[in-house]
């Protein structure tokens, strides 16, 4: 079959368009800015589930989880987490089924649910931002585990902790998919392992976690402002659902044949990542709570002190040395995919602003640095604070993309499909980039006490509810007019025998390279097909293609474009 880019060709310079051997490569740009096409897409629903499950390896959650407990105690700690799980897990649902479904990452399904195609710049920024920011909390949680292993100073583990993550990251998931697939075993094993060796040696010790208090000012029993300031916290993992979808899709094209395989892949992999996330947050409060009588409070949310002290329950000689090792094992395997979807998200954020795409790779360059700059600056010491206030943000955005999804498109509000294309897109559509913008807004001035200590502790829950209602209400209002600028007027290869889209490329009139038929649109200026990306960094053309964007004048009749078989 014809690759999308032949990675011995010389540089593509018909048309006026070149890429550079990094962008070229599909290996290395893993088709960060356009739809995955069925030829890359070879990997089984288990691989790729399997690969997206092992970037939830980060021990975040036992921080997190630590430090709710600590902050409020073990009743409201417990119905926090299990809150936003609750959440985080039905608004997973909707995301993961179309990302799978259209083969597209989160920011193209964002343009296409109700932010238009500059809209969803503003949401690039706040998913990359989700990206540096884990980044920098995990590798802070792995300098902490060489500096007590291998007494390496945290300024040197910092640097350390960001670039052994560079060769993994720079080629993708061809690289990511082996090494979560083989590392995954031996992670969840010593995961466990304290948690049996406590239930085996001191099972009283988890009835007497139902007591622990923390510093709460409440004691142990339920708080009303503990559940929703530690909901907040939680609630900022909800953005965790773009980096599950970064690989959701290339999931292979769902059949009869492997449904059941496909929904087993796309609910474990995308929402029901959250189910192990609640449940390490959980184990992350009961081992603060078992160690906070060694070590303090204050050390008691640092998984690797966590961890040692589990470790030495059954293996006190190599207690230090196999916790530090699970620390870097967990944190290689999370901190990879969290610079691996930040590359992705600045890649869209960028294209769309300067017309250049210098490639993948020179992204993730970017997002580790920022990521090692906060590192440096001491982010672990405000996790709380950094993730409450950011929850806000995000579950706007994500309120905003699931309310199109579930609600508007079941209503005929908007499109029933996603569109991503530039060609076809307006600049800004009001339903979801103004209901994200409303929802936010409200709830950050409800994060600093502009309608109380409730309003503070629950204002994630407000972005939700804004964003969730807002949407179809500006959908009603604006008669979903602002989701299609142009209809896609492309000639449609055949179908296959077996029902499917055919294996038919279409060539690209700019850089006359073989794209298949989701990820190509009808092109005036240019006179013939082009490709999404060519299309993206198009600034010549002043999007004349749309009719009625306020842009140009409407599309005009084309001769067909170029189809050619893959066989």
Known sequence: ????????????????????????????????????????RRWSPYVVATTALGGIAYLADFAIGGSIAISHGFSSALVAILAAAVVIFLTGIPISYYSAKYSIDMDLLTRGAGFGYLGSTLTSVIYASFTFIFFALEGS?????????????????????SLIILPLVIYGMTALSTMQVWTQPVWLVLMVAPFVSIA???????????????????????????????AGVALSLIAQIGEQVDYLRFMPDKTPQNSRQWWGAVLSAGPGWVVLGAAKQIGGAFLAFYIA????????????????????????????????FFVILSQVKINSTNAYSGSLSWSNFFSRLTHRHPGRVVYIFLNVGIALALMEGGVFGFLNTVL????????????????????????GLSPSYIEFKRAHLHHFNPVGFGSMLIASAVSIAAYFEAFGDYGKAYSPFIALFLAMVLSPLFAVLTKGRYYIARVDDLEEPLLATDGLPSAALLTCTVCTTDFERPDVANCPFHAGAICSLCCSLEKDCHDSCKSGSGSGPGPVALAPPTVRSAD
């Not at 204050?298 to 040395?321: R, S």
């Not at 199109?404 to 498109?409: G, H």
């Open 141 to 161: 949680i792995m300098a902490q585990a060489l500096e007590l292993g291998l007494h390496i100073p945290l300024a040197v583990g910092y640097l350390v902790c």
């Open 1 to 40: 079959m014809t690759e999308i880019i032949d990675r011995e060709a010389p540089p593509a310079t018909t048309g006026g368009r070149t890429y550079n051997n990094w962008a070229r490569n599909d290996t290395l740009e893993d088709y960060s800015l356009r739809y995955a096409p069925k030829s890359f």
């Open 293 to 324: 009588g060694s070590v303090g409070l204050a050390k008691a949310n640092e998984p690797i002190q966590q961890y040692v002290h589990g470790f030495k329950t059954f293996a006190a000689p190599v207690a230090l040395g196999l916790a530090t």
């Open 388 to 411: 409450g206030f950011y929850s806000n943000v995000a579950i706007a955005w994500i309120g905003a993309v699931v309310a199109d999804l579930v609600i508007n498109k079941p209503l």
């Open 200 to 230: 085996v040696q001191e099972p009283q010790k988890f009835s007497q976690f139902t007591h622990f208090a923390g510093n709460s000012p409440t004691g142990s029993g339920i708080s009303m402002l503990g559940i929703g300031a530690g």
